[in-house]
């Protein structure tokens, strides 16, 4: 009995921790799991993912919630029952779907902590396989899964949990993740970083290319250092198919309207470029498009550029333009690239040499009176968006319960054995 009591409190622990910490991180950047379910939705639904492709960020909002709630649920041992129940039905779900996912290749990151801790579909498909019998174990011994807090106290966490996480996706899917994981962070050297990958990338192309050769009826492979003479017949050149596919961490292909890649004229801009992005004009917030109108109309007086950038699709720029009365110039973009760059639509980024220097969401836009400090701040590098820490609050709060719910039963625990000690010494003293 002792030793299942310690099986069960270890594996509450194990799958409680996991839950909580995978919901944590993929709700950071809600938009980046959005992009993962909708992957995933093409990969297993075809044509038919067009139905679910616009419910995917509530798809991810739903799955981030239920996550969380689950694992912190079962930290403090509160809804036994239904969180380990839950705890199963999830974990059958992500391993049938990173068994898919690993066996078939078609998606090589499930995304399981976001972008923060990255696992490989073998990794995260052999973690579920793991977990998966410890949830299934919990669900048969859930009454004895020891409680932080009693029932009628049990509604206190578990809304500060639920309400808490709600409000952190929320927050961080509509202005900015409160970590930025992705590799477009403000501060980064993009020039230098997709410099110094491609780089890389082609050195390692290089060393794994091989050359075939013929002399005679002997065929022979050879690596780039180690060609043969002029008596031998060159046949073909290989490369393994990995490395053909691979996609690079940094893209920032930008077309003009001639199709003319103007990447390099952007990132070696030396005097300050504004982006704004968005993935679907037809979707994107009008709120503050007389902000971008005024804004424009301040730089156009300077040297400092402004473009709108989107895929390729005229009839949503258009859309746009006769929504909002833009008139400043446009460039296209992967919709997949500025989803990772930008996570509001639209959003404003400000590159400078090729650094990042800030990432404006449409919230933040400035009002006509604010724009040369908003512009002068950006140029002198003082001042960049942050997220605030009012989104973490009922998160805080939550953590704060979970500690007193284990420093309450720490406590009941010791008295429990003093009482027991002197329970014994009185035994012996009336013995």
């Known amino acids: 009995m ?34 993962k379910i909708r992957e995933f939705l093409n990969v297993l639904l075809g ?9 995917s960020l509530w798809m991810a909002f739903v799955l981030i919630v239920l996550e969380f709630s689950t694992g912190a649920f079962l930290l403090m041992g509160i809804y036994r029952r239904l969180s380990s129940r839950l705890a199963v039905a999830l974990l059958f779900f992500f391993t049938l779907l990173t068994g898919y996912s690993f066996f078939t290749g078609a998606v090589s990151d499930c995304g399981c902590f976001g972008d923060a801790i990255k696992l490989s579909a073998w990794e995260t498909f052999l973690k579920n396989l793991i977990l998966f019998p410890i949830a299934v174990f919990l669900t048969f011994n859930a009454t004895k899964i020891k409680h932080l807090y009693s029932l009628r106290e049990q509604w206190i966490p578990a809304l500060s949990a639920i309400i808490g996480i709600a409000y952190f996706v929320y927050s961080n899917a509509s202005t900015l993740p409160y970590i930025d994981f992705r ?24 060393a794994s290319t091989r050359y075939v050769y013929k002399k005679d009826k002997v065929q022979k492979s050879f690596a780039v250092d180690s060609l043969p003479d002029s008596t031998w017949t060159f046949v073909e050149m290989t490369q393994p198919q990995e490395l053909q596919e691979r996609k690079l961490r940094y893209s920032f292909l930008l077309l003009d309207g001639e199709s003319q890649d103007v990447s390099a004229d952007i990132l070696d801009n030396k005097e ?105 701040q950006r140029l002198t590098d003082t001042y960049h968006i942050t997220p605030g820490n009012g989104r973490i609050a009922l998160l805080v709060l939550w953590s704060l319960l979970w500690l007193v719910g284990i420093v309450r039963r720490a406590l009941r625990y010791v008295r429990a054995l003093f009482y027991q000690y002197y329970k014994q010494q009185e035994d012996k003293q009336n013995a």
């Open 183 to 206: 590799p477009y962070k403000v501060g980064y050297n993009l020039k230098d970083s997709i410099a110094a990958e491609d780089s890389a990338y082609q050195a390692e192309l290089l």
């Open 272 to 376: 300050g470029v504004f982006l704004l992005l968005s993935p679907d004009w037809t979707k994107a917030s009008q709120d503050k498009y007389e902000s971008i109108n005024d804004l424009y109309r301040y730089l156009s007086k300077t040297s400092i550029k402004l473009y709108a950038v989107s895929p390729s699709d005229s009839v949503n720029e258009n859309y746009w333009r006769y929504q909002t009365g833009a008139e400043y110039p446009s460039l296209v973009m992967d919709a997949t690239t500025i989803k990772t760059i930008t996570r509001s639509n639209p959003g404003l980024v400000f590159i400078k040499n090729g650094c990042i220097i800030d990432k404006i969401p449409s919230a933040y836009f400035p009002k006509k009176e604010e724009i040369a400090n908003f512009v002068q």
């Open 47 to 55: 044509a038919y993912a067009s139905w679910f492709l616009p419910l």
């Open 2 to 35: 002792k030793f299942r009591a310690i099986a069960v409190e270890l594996g509450r622990i194990i799958i409680g921790a996991t839950f909580a910490l995978s919901g944590l991180m993929k709700a950071i950047d809600p938009i980046g799991m959005e992009l």
